[in-house]
């Protein structure tokens, strides 16, 4: 079945620095890879999302972009602030299914 | 915002005991799951249900546990025999599409479950 893999499992960053976090796939198959952001005892929530059929995608401060040939994604924060500061998860959909495969998880602290 | 809603937020049992977790999912949507995240861990697939239906379970997702939707409401996972490492962190969620573009997966609060 599908693998995720994510790195860095910690990320220190000074506050207006950029951080990036990578994900790597196993399953060609794989067309969905949303990012979720989850706070202390909080639900994941999705702050951004790219389908198989383009390779990067802008909301604000954050990109994602995704190389199918390689098979990883990325998650790109510019300009952080403190409230970034959360457990980042990327995740895999497969082909024909809503089932996420996810990623360990990145905690990303802000420095202030 | 339309929200998945979780009940109970936490919930400690005894080692054995049955426990039922409640969803609410958003009102148009069609697909519902149940994930599961031991604490520190990532989260993890546990179930998909559509029309009355699993549509898909990970081998987590044994003969202990169990989900149904009572009503046009509500989802619940049941889980039976309560043991320690079943302690975890359970999110449900929902979704309006299910397919090949896929779509997105909107999580509730979760309920915290304690197995002692």
Sequence with gaps: GENVEQHPSTLSVQEGDSAVIKCTYSDSASNYFPWYKQELGKRPQLIIDIRSNVGEKKDQRIAVTLNKTAKHFSLHITETQPEDSAVYFCAASLLGGNKLVFGAGTILRVKS | ?116
Aim: overall charge negative; hydrophobic content about 35%.
């Design chain 2, 1 to 116: 915002e339309p929200e998945v809603t979780q009940t109970p937020s936490h919930q400690v049992t005894q080692m054995g005991q049955e426990v039922i977790l409640r969803c609410v999912p958003i009102s148009n949507h069609l697909y519902f799951y149940w994930y599961r995240q031991i604490l520190g861990q990532k989260v993890e697939f546990l179930v998909s249900f559509y029309n009355n239906e699993i549509s898909e379970k990970s081998e987590i997702f044994d003969d202990q546990f169990s989900v149904e939707r009572p009503d046009g409401s509500n989802f619940t996972l049941k889980i039976r025999s309560t043991k320690l490492e079943d302690s975890a962190m359970y999110f449900c969620a929902s979704s309006e599409f299910y397919g090949f573009t896929g779509n997105t997966i909107y999580f509730g609060e979760g309920s915290w479950l304690t197995v002692v």
